[in-house]
């Protein structure tokens, strides 16, 4: 897990890593460019995909923080235009730095750095932020018996012990998570090592400009511009799902490139939303290079043409549009599958040909989770020179590790309205899963029908998923390698998606070197 290791470089690039699909290699060969005025023309507005989409930026929304003293983010509403136009309360994390404001700062940071901050409530409700993904002791994860009261404070200090990679922060207060998400808290947390630097380096990628987060979130919005967030009873117990989707706080956004690989570190940080993701240009998919997943580079490369991405996890892609001429367009689209809803008790599943009405046939304000979406638009606006070859070697993952023990049974199941794991339901004091310290444990997590998906998420520590049993066709259809795994399951993770009827298993080390007791937390990302 040292971020010191041998970074390697391979002289040919990956077979299906050259170019776009082979239909859009045909059409668009490389063309010599005219004159440089007509090269540095803006390309026509494009009335679907109107807005630029936000970047991260020196302030303002996703402004990059400087993280190397002790520095204060603040919970607290705003006003902020979200829909262009029309500003409406939203809460972020606020930072002042350097005489500017930064709100929902990107955090980035070295591996092995040492962490201060102090978080200050200034909302009128109990809030308390959990580092998601990062290995940190109790008393610095987030745990919502830590919640402060409006008003209140929390100091955070711990060390980063993470590998690099895409994590990212939120509330944490029982009952509250969902509601706070949804009106704006959450950031991102980049952490950065020598392999991390290598590859950047070797690709020629600078963040925010050709390595581009991307934070996938749908919302409601009132006739005024501002969010709308009151969950039915319905909505509680399946979760809350937007009209909108929006990426990195903007609606219908588009982004200008040029012809080269560019890095898209996507998060879903949709409060239930399930995503199947595409690269589409015209009418056919692209290929695309899972590199990396939730905890880090993967040891190389994946090509793939779609990828589910459940709530809380994240997925590190290269496009490469090195064969692109200007103004080739590719939309980012979350493509139609069966959101297994009907597993819940009646009704048909929702797909994407059935965009107005919810799993149970009723008229729905919003698209059900499983209807075709598409999210973003991706321009050439010029054509350069670019050379750079993909490496076949990203980084070295470590077999998973063997357990003395039987795999533990984690049922997921419902009674009386309510969702429970191994048959209760969340109690605070309570700690009903005990693992030894320094011990390695495979665990079966079995989804058992009458149910609907969920993103099962482990604080504190990264797994490895080792299998898929019982999966459906949808989800067989993406599985790359032995036991059923897709893309998204290779690496290290800390959120894994289990569908109606399958039974994940995964396997985690519990070692840390924290004194005493820990107490973390396992639950569904499906926030409501």
């Not at 969902?178 to 991102?188: D, E, I, P, S, T």
């Not at 200007?326 to 819940?344: C, K, N, Y």
């Not at 009386?416 to 390695?440: E, F, L």
Request: a neutral charge; proline letters at 8%.
């Amino acid at each position: 897990m040292s971020g010191r290791r041998k970074f390697i470089l391979s002289v040919a690039g990956m077979a299906g890593a050259a170019g776009l699909a082979a239909g859009f290699l045909r059409a668009h060969r490389p063309r010599p460019l005219g004159p440089t005025a007509v090269a540095d023309l803006p390309l026509p507005l494009d009335p679907a995909f109107p807005n630029p989409l936000r970047l991260p930026g020196a302030e303002g929304l996703f402004g990059m923080a400087d993280t190397s003293e002790a520095f204060m983010l603040a919970a607290k509403p705003v006003e902020h235009p979200i829909l262009p136009g029309r500003p409406a309360r939203m809460l972020v994390y606020e930072m002042e730095q350097y005489g500017k404001r930064l709100h929902n700062p990107v955090l980035r940071v070295r591996a092995g750095a040492k962490m201060r901050i102090k978080f200050w409530n200034a909302l009128e409700e109990t809030s308390i932020i959990h580092w998601h993904g990062l290995k940190v002791d109790s008393n610095n994860d987030g745990h919502p018996h830590y919640a402060v009261a409006g008003g209140g404070t929390y100091d955070y200090q711990f060390t980063i012990a993470n590998r690099a990679a895409t994590y990212w922060y939120h509330p944490h207060p029982h009952f509250l998570t969902g509601k706070q998400v949804y009106h704006g808290l959450a950031g991102l947390f980049i952490v950065e090592d020598d392999e991390e630097l290598a590859l950047q380096q070797a690709l020629d990628l600078k963040f925010g400009e050709t390595d581009i987060p991307l934070v996938l979130q749908d919302r409601r919005f009132d006739d005024q511009g501002g969010l709308v967030y009151a969950p039915t009873t319905r909505e509680s117990f399946h979760g809350h799902y937007g009209a909108d989707t929006l990426v990195n706080l903007t609606p219908r956004p588009h982004l200008h490139v040029t012809s080269r690989l560019c890095r898209f570190r996507i998060l879903n940080g949709s409060n239930a939303r399930l995503y199947r993701l595409a690269f589409r240009h015209g009418d056919k998919l692209l290929d695309y290079h899972v590199i990396g997943t939730d905890g880090g580079l993967l040891d190389r490369p994946r090509t793939v043409q779609e990828a589910f991405l459940a709530p809380a996890e994240r997925l590190d892609v290269l496009l490469d549009l090195s064969a692109a001429s200007r103004g080739d367009a590719v939309t980012l689209v979350s493509l139609p599958f069966d959101a297994m809803h009907a597993e819940s008790g009646g009704g048909q599943s929702a797909r994407g040909e059935h965009a107005h009405h919810d799993a149970h046939g009723e008229a729905s304000p919003y698209p059900p989770d499983g209807t075709e979406l598409e999210l973003m638009r991706i321009r050439v606006q010029r054509r350069i020179a670019y050379e750079r070859v993909m490496p076949q070697s990203l980084s070295r993952i470590d077999p998973v590790a063997e357990s003395p023990f039987s795999p533990r049974l984690i049922v997921l199941d419902q009674a009386k309205g309510k969702w429970g794991i191994n048959g209760a339901a969340y109690d605070m004091k309570a700690t009903p899963i005990t693992v030894r310290r320094d011990s390695v444990e495979a665990w079966d997590i079995r989804n058992v029908p009458p149910t609907m998906p969920h993103p099962m998420h482990i604080h504190g520590f990264q797994f490895r998923v080792v299998s898929r049993q019982g999966s459906p066709e949808q989800q067989q259809r993406v599985a790359i390698e032995p036991g059923s795994l897709a893309a998204t399951d290779l690496g290290l993770k800390d959120t894994v998606l289990v569908w109606p009827g399958e039974t994940v298993r995964i396997v985690t080390d519990f070692s840390h070197p924290f004194l005493g007791d820990q107490v973390y937390m396992v639950h569904c990302h499906n926030l409501e």
